[in-house]
């Protein structure tokens, strides 16, 4: 079954278009990462997607019905980017609250535990820390032993241990059969937990694919010199960008283009190879058609 469907969804906030003919379906059981560069259009699909927003045009579906009726969104569990906690109740509270619009909550000590919280149950939430707020608010999805559960950019600014304590959680979620719909920016949070990633660009799919081939697409370096004239014809060159006497192409096959660039015998001095950012592989691809659609 699908459990969560945006069919030829468009989204404008004023001229900005946010999401631009989206169509994604996340099938139950599945663990979908939605990766992307700031501004790529992830909340508003993840608001549209959740009921928080209507679509200009198209449509979305939640379990099949519509995400803005409270009695599909009973089997939703969110955690939006940014959360506002009731200060002055305690972490125990705050779950006890959320817990009580549910029919079969999951027990308090035993969601505390699973996020790595037990020891912050009787802690005002007003006095955690910026890291211990996100914890909280992520179980919070899970409070209600959700169906579906979408979260945007769940781990941004928490440490390592504590994004690896939350991945456990969430793969542990995922493996009893639960569906998960997660943002980020970071490749490695999404090769970590999910099976198929999408990639969104300037409100676009770039790419829908399993998490290997999407690697390959953005594993893209950036191999730069300096060059009187044109650079010789090389191969698995994604993209080439010249900045006054510096050539840049970008493959994803760096030591294959290095090799062939030194075997064309030109007289290329000050040699680099570095990783390119997510945002550069993304413009790589959106210039590339070919490789988006692969
Ligand atoms: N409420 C709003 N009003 C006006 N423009 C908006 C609004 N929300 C989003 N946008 C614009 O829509 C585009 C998509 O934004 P969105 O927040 O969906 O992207 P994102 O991929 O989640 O980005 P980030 O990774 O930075 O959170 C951006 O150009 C953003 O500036």
């Known amino acids: 079954m699908i459990l969560a469907e945006a069919i030829e969804v468009t989204r404008r906030y004023g001229d900005v278009i946010a999401l631009d003919n989206v169509s994604l379906q996340v099938a139950e059981g599945e663990l979908v990462g939605l990766l992307g560069p700031n501004g790529a259009g992830k909340t508003t699909l993840a608001s549209l997607i959740t009921g928080v927003r209507r679509p200009d ?5 939640l ?4 995400p803005r009726d409270p009695r599909t969104r009973k089997a939703l569990g969110v955690t939006p980017q940014e959360t506002g906690l009731p200060a002055t109740l305690r972490v125990g509270e705050v779950v006890d609250f959320v817990a009580a619009h549910y029919p079969d909550p999951v027990p308090r000590a035993e969601l505390l535990d699973q996020f790595g919280i037990a020891d912050l149950a009787k802690r005002q939430t007003g006095g955690l ?3 211990q707020k996100r914890r909280l608010a992520i179980a919070l999805a899970f409070v209600g032993r959700p169906r579906v559960v979408v979260l945007d950019e769940p781990t941004t600014g928490l440490d390592v241990q504590s994004r690896r304590g939350l991945w456990d959680a969430i793969k542990a979620y995922h493996a009893g059969g639960g569906t998960v719909l997660l943002s980020s920016h970071y490749l490695e949070e999404i090769e970590a937990l999910a099976d198929r990633v999408v990639v969104l660009g300037h409100g676009r799919v770039l790419a829908d694919d399993t998490v290997t081939a999407v690697r390959g697409m953005v594993g893209v370096r950036r191999v730069s010199f300096a060059l009187a ?3 010789p014809a090389l191969p698995g060159v994604v993209a080439v960008e010249r900045h006054e006497d510096r050539t840049h192409l970008l ?3 760096s030591d294959a283009l290095v090799r062939a660039l030194v075997a064309s015998d030109v007289d290329f001095r000050d040699l680099e190879v570095a990783p390119t950012s997510l945002e550069e592989a ?3 691809i959106t210039k590339e058609p070919a490789t988006a659609a692969a």
């Open 57 to 61: 045009q198209g449509r979305v579906t």
């Open 63 to 66: 379990c099949g019905g519509d």
């Open 129 to 131: 820390s910026g890291g």
């Open 229 to 231: 004239g044109e650079p």
């Open 251 to 253: 493959t994803p096959d």
């Open 282 to 284: 993304f413009l790589a």
